[in-house]
């Protein structure tokens, strides 16, 4: 993919992404501390239920994967992108977003500004040094197994600093798979694959961002 690709089409939807999550969630979190109308509030309850986890998790994976897949549909391809944001936003982030400004209104603001900074920070990095990461694919994989692993350890790990210790791990890992996305983007993929060369870097910043957060709660 040619790099006025990336900065023309790519960075403007992931940065597009970005803002959709960011409204959406912080909508659904003031909804959940009671501050919106009631349409908004019943939206807040049904996200919270236990139907409504069932439903974000069938329509995160089903979204993105109807998204990837008629990534080359043109105008269809954004509005599932956007879709894709609205979900991890609206039900996803909504209620972390949530859990977060219960301790502290800044946490959420903080974390978006940090992980923006990792990701331009590494974006960058690859750009400018075109580190070669053809090889990286199967160490990633890797990292992602044992990163998944031990998140499903943390439902039962109530010391902080390991969980701390834990999410450091997963972002330093994503910050790697940063990397091999923008190389894979520049040197595999085709001007017409842009849309999905935004949803593989919101994906990662989606998961930079939700460990930061979770790192501020664990040092609450």
Do not use: H
């Not at 979900?87 to 400004?101: L, P, Q």
């Amino acid at each position: 993919m040619q790099d006025s690709t990336i900065a023309t089409r790519v960075m403007p939807l992931v940065t597009w992404m970005v803002a959709i999550l960011s409204i959406s969630g912080y909508l659904v979190a003031d909804a959940i501390a009671g501050n919106q109308g009631p349409f908004l509030t019943a939206f807040a309850l049904f996200v919270t239920s236990f139907n409504g986890f069932i439903l974000s998790i069938i329509l995160f994976f089903g979204v993105f994967f109807a998204a990837f897949i008629l990534a080359k549909t043109p105008v269809v391809n954004v509005v599932l992108a956007s879709l894709f944001a609205f979900i991890c936003g609206g039900w996803m982030f909504g209620v972390i977003f949530s859990m977060a400004n219960e301790v502290n209104a800044m946490i959420v603001p903080t974390a978006l500004f940090l992980t923006t900074i990792i990701f331009i920070v590494m974006t960058a990095t690859q750009y400018i040094f075109n580190i070669n990461a053809s090889n990286w694919g199967s160490m990633l994989i890797i990292g992602l197994v044992v990163a998944l692993i031990l998140t499903i350890f943390q439902f039962w790990i109530e010391t902080p600093w390991i969980n701390v210790v834990i999410n450091l791990g997963v972002i330093v890992l994503f910050m790697g798979i940063l990397i091999w996305d923008m190389y894979t983007i520049r040197e595999k993929m085709d001007d017409d694959e842009w849309v999905r060369g935004a949803l593989m870097f919101f994906v990662d910043f989606i998961n930079i961002l939700i460990r930061i957060i979770a790192i501020y709660l664990d040092l609450k």
